[in-house]
């Protein structure tokens, strides 16, 4: 049976810590019913999730299968108080940034590149999307549609189990995923956000600033038009280059608002700055040189760690890069605001779409990076 695991829970929708105390049990024997089922006294006496107790229930002497936050009202599955670490990753970029995309593939990576990992959603929304999503990008070979603004996005809930841990007892991480829509990234310092949206970016382990490197003038004069077309959001992006800089102080200081962190103070979380969409910097003279640890394989998988030479070098590469490029305010922007910032590069297709948004056989570089550094960071695999 079920036995409390000791890192404090966190509810993955207001982000504030969870007890079985906290929550709320349900029953539901079919779609349109529902009881409430409190927990007994033996129940709580050894943190168990609580059995309907209801006689004519078809569901009587089985575990519920639903519970509420008591905090928020929010709707979870109970499981998620019975993990050993709570990892929570939030996505930030413009429209078209590659949010979305990038998800898409770090998702399929966890499940099929040979991590001793094995991935599991957590509830039915979190399945339907990602089947959604895998299909449309794998099978379909289809760009994916952008992301719904305006409304507070669900997050996805998955259980990682570590295989790589010999023992009777697997441990269990729960990884949730913010991915909201880059249009209400881009209006985040003035206009009031969704109370949801705002947990989010301020309560996530590791924020991930996106960042379109096809928005950068400097790239645009070098990159054929067709390859560009193919890689922007057309019915979103235009061509004029979103600020960035602004968008960082922006999110620094909505996070600074909503944590009361003085502005003087560097915000203590994570900033892994991914620069998307790689393969279509193949095409620029002025590009990565091609020896560059960035465009090789990735080591961190191999070698069942985190490399940090390898990172190093790659976050050095990328900020000459952006050196090159003027984008010095941008770096100074992420450096000035945040503690720990470490830059990547990614990309989720590995070649650009064709003009009709149709993809090639997908084939991610990189994409798990930034993850295993969180991971690395959390103590769930070395640092070599
Ligand atoms: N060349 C290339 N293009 C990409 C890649 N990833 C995404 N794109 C392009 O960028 C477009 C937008 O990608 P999304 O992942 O939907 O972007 P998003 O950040 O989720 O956008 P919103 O949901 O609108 O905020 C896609 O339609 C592709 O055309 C990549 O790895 N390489
Ligand atoms: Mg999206
Ligand atoms: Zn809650
Ligand atoms: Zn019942």
New binding site residues.
């Given amino acids: 049976m079920f036995m409390f695991s000791k890192a404090a829970a966190v509810c993955p929708y207001c982000l504030r810590e969870l007890k079985l105390s906290d929550m709320k049990f349900y029953c539901v024997p079919d779609e349109d019913n529902r009881h409430e089922v409190r927990r007994s006294f033996a129940e709580k006496l050894k943190g168990r999730l609580p059995v309907c107790k209801r006689r004519l229930c078809r569901n009587h002497g089985l575990t519920i299968r639903e519970a509420v936050c008591k905090k928020c009202g929010e709707l979870l599955p109970p499981q998620i108080l019975f993990h050993n670490k709570f990892l929570s990753l939030c996505?930030v970029?413009?429209?078209?940034?590659?949010?979305?995309?990038?998800m898409?593939t770090l998702i399929h990576e966890l499940r099929y590149s040979g991590l001793p990992w094995i991935l599991q959603a957590m509830d039915v929304d979190t399945t339907r999307l990602a089947q959604m999503n895998e299909q449309y990008v794998y099978e379909e070979r289809h760009?994916?549609?952008?992301?719904e603004?305006g409304k507070s996005p669900k997050p996805q809930l998955w259980t990682i189990l570590d295989n790589s841990v010999k023992g009777e007892k697997i441990p269990t991480y729960a990884l949730t995923i913010y991915?909201?829509?880059?249009?209400d990234?881009e209006r985040i310092d003035y206009t009031p956000l969704d109370s949801k949206i705002s947990h989010y970016l301020s309560g996530a382990k590791m924020l991930l600033i996106?960042f379109?490197p096809l928005l950068l003038s400097s790239v645009r004069v070098e990159i054929s038009h067709d390859?560009l077309n193919?890689?922007?959001?057309t019915e979103?992006?235009t061509s004029a280059p979103a600020n960035m800089v602004s968008m960082v102080n922006s999110l620094a200081n909505y996070i600074r608002r909503n944590c009361n962190i003085p502005p003087g103070k560097k915000i203590n979380r994570k900033a892994a700055v991914v620069i998307?969409?790689?393969?279509?910097l193949n095409e620029m003279l002025n590009g990565f040189a091609s020896g560059a640890t960035i465009l090789k394989e990735s080591p961190h998988v191999q070698s069942r760690g985190f490399v940090e030479s390898d990172s190093e070098m790659v976050d050095l590469e990328i900020r000459d890069w952006l050196t090159r490029q003027g984008e010095t305010a941008f770096l100074g922007a992420i450096d000035a605001n945040f503690k720990d910032v470490r830059v990547f590069g990614?990309?989720?297709?590995?070649?650009?779409?064709d003009l009709h948004?149709r993809l090639p056989k997908v084939r991610?570089h990189r994409v798990l990076d930034p993850f295993m550094w969180m991971l690395a960071a959390e103590g769930v695999i070395p640092t070599i």
């Fill in positions: 996505a970029g413009v429209a078209g940034a590659g949010k979305s995309s990038y898409t760009c994916l549609r952008g992301t603004a991915d909201g829509a880059g249009e990234c996106m379109d390859t193919a890689s922007m959001a979103r992006q998307t969409k790689l393969d279509a990614v990309s989720s297709f590995g070649r650009p779409p948004k991610p």
